[in-house]
């Protein structure tokens, strides 16, 4: 298997410019996760989906932040306007169900300046 | 909400020794914790998996223990190599929501 795969894996774009970062989780997997991680805060949980659906969106930081999944093999995570306080790296994970091991794709790195 | 600590938050040994990296969190109703290690400018590798039904899990030179009631687990490596340097994380599952440590940074100097 391919693993979880992110794409791009590194973004540079200028203030209040749209980004959108895309994952494809393992197949089979139904849960999905994404998380950002900075150097102050760690990772964070941002959101999670269960067969697509997203289930707890609390650690979405503001409303410019939006999350998708369509289907079972995409995902993506939109920032519009993005922000310099954005700058991250963003990681997409999952899982085949509750309780099994987190699966974890190289991350996209985002600069906004 | 989850609290995870990890302790300590950097720690340097010589080749060859054995190490106990600590994880502790303050919610006991857990589905299972993880353990990872990060390299620098990389993703999260899984080390181990332990169950909330489970004592310990061992792969390797990596012993993973959980004491659930405590509210603490400990990641034990053996014979430690240069190798082994990178960034260990716990994650706690509550649920589906994972909540991770800020992590331990190891250097295991040759």
């Known amino acids: 298997d391919a693993g979880v795969i992110q794409s791009p894996r590194h973004e540079v774009t200028e203030m209040g410019q749209e980004v959108t970062l895309r994952c494809k989780p393992i197949?089979?997997?139904?849960?999905l996760f994404w998380y950002r991680q900075t150097m102050m805060r760690g990772l964070e949980l941002l959101i999670y989906f269960n067969n697509n659906v997203p289930i707890d969106d609390s650690g979405m930081p503001e409303d410019r932040f939006s999350a998708k999944m369509p289907n079972a093999s995409f995902s993506t995570l939109k920032i519009q306007p993005s922000e310099p306080r954005d700058s991250a790296v963003y990681f997409c994970?999952?899982?085949?169900?509750?309780?099994?091991?987190?699966?974890f794709g190289n991350g996209t790195r985002l600069t906004v300046t | 909400k989850q609290e995870v600590t990890q302790i300590p938050a950097a720690l340097s040994v010589p080749e060859g020794e054995n190490l106990v990296l600590n994880c502790s969190f303050t919610?006991?109703?857990?589905?299972?914790l993880q353990w990872f290690r990060q390299d620098p400018g990389k993703g999260l590798t899984s080390l181990l998996l332990?169950?909330?039904?489970?004592r310990e899990q061992t792969s390797g030179r990596l012993n993973a223990s959980l004491d659930k009631s405590s509210g603490r687990s400990t990641l034990y490596i053996a014979a430690s190599q240069p190798g082994d340097s990178a960034t260990y994380l716990c994650a706690v599952n509550n649920n589906n929501d994972m909540r991770f440590g800020a992590g331990t940074r190891l250097t295991v100097k040759p």
């Open positions: 994970a999952s899982s085949s169900y509750t309780g099994f091991a987190l699966h």
């Open positions: 197949s089979g997997h139904n849960s």
């Open positions: 919610d006991s109703a857990i589905y299972n």
């Open positions: 332990i169950q909330s039904s489970q």
